[in-house]
């Protein structure tokens, strides 16, 4: 069975598509339809003045491990630092620029063979900061120092010529289970038990564009708002 | 002949769901200790796992993902990692009772001590996961496990009341000297022992070797309509048999020699040979499937290759997994743990496991991206919701049944 044949739609061709949705988790298969890695994380490029975009898919413990531990408060990232004291580079994932991925649906399709590809991911440019996007999602979302939610999900725009996706907004609610299963946004349908349950859950996710962000604060995951979410663009 | 190689996946899938080791002894119990009374949950089990082998077929021939793919992405990768460690447990410990239950079905015949059969049966198992051609292997296992049907035969020739049958079924007549706790508790093990996680990872993973595409979706269904109700009809043929021969003896079953008793009275020595066939290749064949389970589970989390339709070399890690897999069966085997004891554990663990892996296939059987126009109707979504309501029904009764009830010996 030739990756061709199991063509479906192509999210990279699309206006958006959900990075915790559509991208992270998903198996990465190369040109010759082989089991590549599995999409651990996403490399985020932030050039400040608001400006961010995923340049890169991030793979390997190093990028994994961290997403393991959650409200551990970053434990098990620690322990991965700690049992390999002695490697350079230790917290530095592998890394897939965007260049080589050809297809996004059920799964990610690259368009080179497997061999050799992934490589350490180098330091960043001069004036850039690379990030993850495993630390954007679960942001707290604050308005005049109220928090409004959490980031559930960051909606990019592709851009293929740039081998880039611009983050476009925020999808912003009180973060509970259900966000990854795409009732909320408009993506499943059936069955009728489980959607109305997780709309029930999710009737106060909206979206909050990026123009509308004052601020980004990395250290303490904290998203400083102008205005409150608006309401989810739930078009395909 | 042709046609019958076409179903042998779904045949095999369900030869390890319903009479592998640990279910060939809970059947035979269940039969001996409470008659047909619990014949219903059996069936409504064998439903249960047609309705998500058929969606994990689905989801497996038209994007080509096998189930444990769904679980880390729509669960995410701690929920993914907790499923991960549950499963891959419960696939083990049963893949370790496997290879204990092969020994046993040949220790009925021949008197080579245990320490020497288990090694070798571990080698010849992990070989035939090594080499074997996936086709080959479902093919001559499915078959050969297809001798127990001769329970069947056993249960027609011993010629039982069948109108009693179908009164203590369909009335869930227990029987008096047995509490509703107990039965509750078997309830829950034959429920859990129908719809192990194991047999959707098989299943799926097993279309994807096979190759299946959306043409395939006939082929896939006729694996699943024909293989797991007839594995349901063996277990409730066992089960038969024991309440005709075991029930009026009081008997508890134990051991797989009076799991193969009822055949001996009906059919004597032909009957006795038939079985013995069927025990070792139906034991060998869920070998395989927890064997191959367990690697399918742990590669699809790490996004590895897997799979038997690569070169070794290009699934090397899968391959890996496999290797140690079978050096531990082996090694816990060799300190004389019961396996039958070790099964019996396991099913009831992985009933705790059973929602956190048919909800996600429940989710992406309704996802366009990955099933096109072969998404979910509403007869799907309707018997997938009330089974999926059943399975946490059963995850969260199983472990305080099995504690208050002392695993089935009595309040």
Redesign the interface.
């Known amino acids: 069975?030739t990756t061709t044949?199991?063509a479906?739609?192509n999210?990279l061709e699309h206006a958006w598509l959900d990075a915790a949705l559509?991208l992270l988790?998903?198996?990465?298969v190369d040109s010759e339809g082989?089991?590549?890695?599995?999409v651990?994380d996403l490399e985020v490029t932030d050039r400040g003045s608001r400006e961010l975009s995923v340049t890169g898919l991030l793979?390997g413990p190093a990028a994994?491990v961290p997403?393991?531990s959650?409200r551990l408060g970053g434990w098990l990232g620690r322990m991965w630092l700690a049992l390999g004291v002695q490697y350079a580079g230790r917290e530095l994932p592998l890394r897939l620029g965007l260049d080589v991925v050809e297809h996004v649906?059920?799964?990610v399709r690259l368009r080179v063979p497997r061999d050799g590809l992934l490589d350490q991911q180098s330091p960043a440019a001069p004036g850039v900061v690379l990030r993850r996007m495993d630390d954007l999602l679960g942001m707290d979302v604050v308005l005049d120092g109220k928090v409004l939610g959490h980031v559930l999900d960051v909606r990019l725009e592709p851009r293929r010529r740039e081998s880039r996706m611009v983050v476009r907004s925020l999808i912003v609610g009180r973060g509970r289970p259900g966000s990854?299963?795409?009732y909320d946004r408009g993506?499943?349908?059936?069955?009728?038990?489980?959607a109305a349950a997780v709309k029930q859950l999710h009737r106060h996710t909206g979206e909050l564009g990026i123009d509308d962000v004052r601020t980004i604060d990395w250290e303490h995951g904290l998203v400083d708002a102008t205005r409150p979410p608006g309401p989810l663009d739930r078009r395909r | 002949m042709s046609k019958f190689f076409a179903v042998a996946l779904g045949i095999l899938t369900a030869i390890g769901g319903f009479v592998d080791i640990g279910d060939l002894v809970f059947n035979a119990q269940t039969g001996a200790r409470f008659g047909m009374s619990l014949a219903v949950i059996t069936m409504v089990g064998v439903v249960g796992i047609c309705v998500f082998a058929e969606m994990s077929g689905r989801v497996a021939a038209c994007s080509g993902r096998a189930t444990f793919d769904l679980v880390r992405e729509r669960l995410g990768p701690r929920m993914g990692v907790l499923n991960l460690f549950a499963s891959v447990a419960v696939t083990l410990m049963t893949f370790i009772a496997e290879i204990g239950g092969v020994a046993l079905a040949i220790m009925l015949v021949t008197s080579i001590s245990e320490v020497l059969i288990v090694p070798f049966i571990g080698i010849l198992v992990w070989a035939v996961l090594w080499r074997a051609k996936f086709s080959v292997m479902e093919n001559v296992l499915g078959l050969l496990g297809l001798c127990l049907v001769v329970y069947l035969v056993a249960l027609w020739q011993l010629g039982p009341s069948w109108g009693d049958f179908a009164s203590q079924a369909v009335t869930f007549d227990k029987p008096g000297k047995e509490d509703w706790l107990t039965y509750s508790y078997f309830a829950v093990g034959l429920f859990g022992a129908a719809m192990t996680p194991y047999e959707v990872f098989f299943f799926s993973s097993g279309g994807v070797e096979e190759k299946w595409t959306a043409k395939d979706l006939g082929v896939m269904r006729a694996n699943v309509l024909i293989g797991f109700p007839l594995g349901g009809l063996l277990s409730l043929g066992i089960a038969g048999c024991a309440a005709v021969v075991l029930q009026p003896l009081s008997v508890d079953v134990a051991a797989l020699s009076q799991v193969g008793l009822p055949i001996a009275v009906a059919l004597g020595k032909v009957g006795v040979a038939f079985v013995i066939v069927g025990f070792v290749a139906a034991t060998f064949g869920a070998a395989c499937e927890t064997g191959l389970s367990a690697g399918y589970s742990i590669a699809q989390f790490f996004g590895w290759q897997w799979g038997k339709f690569v070169k070794p070399t290009q699934a090397a890690r899968f391959h890996l997994v496999l290797i140690l897999a079978t050096i531990l069966a082996i090694g816990v085997l060799m300190t004389g743990v019961d396996p039958i004891l070790v099964t019996e554990i396991s099913v009831v663990f992985s009933a705790v496991a059973l929602p956190l892996t048919y909800f996600p296939i429940l989710v992406v059987a309704n996802d366009r991206d990955y099933m096109g126009e072969h998404a979910n109707g509403v007869v799907a979504n309707t018997l997938g919701s009330f089974f999926l309501v059943l399975v946490v029904v059963a995850a969260v009764a199983a472990i305080p049944l099995m504690v208050i009830t002392h695993m089935g010996a009595g309040v």
């Not at chain 1, 988790?25 to 990465?28: A, G, H, K, P, T």
């Not at chain 1, 993506?187 to 489980?194: E, I, L, Q």
Request: aromatic share 2%.
């Open positions: 069975m044949e199991r479906g739609r999210r559509h988790d998903r198996q990465v082989m089991m590549v890695c599995n651990d793979v994994l997403r393991l959650g649906g059920s799964e990854l299963l795409g993506d499943v349908n059936g069955p009728w038990m489980v």
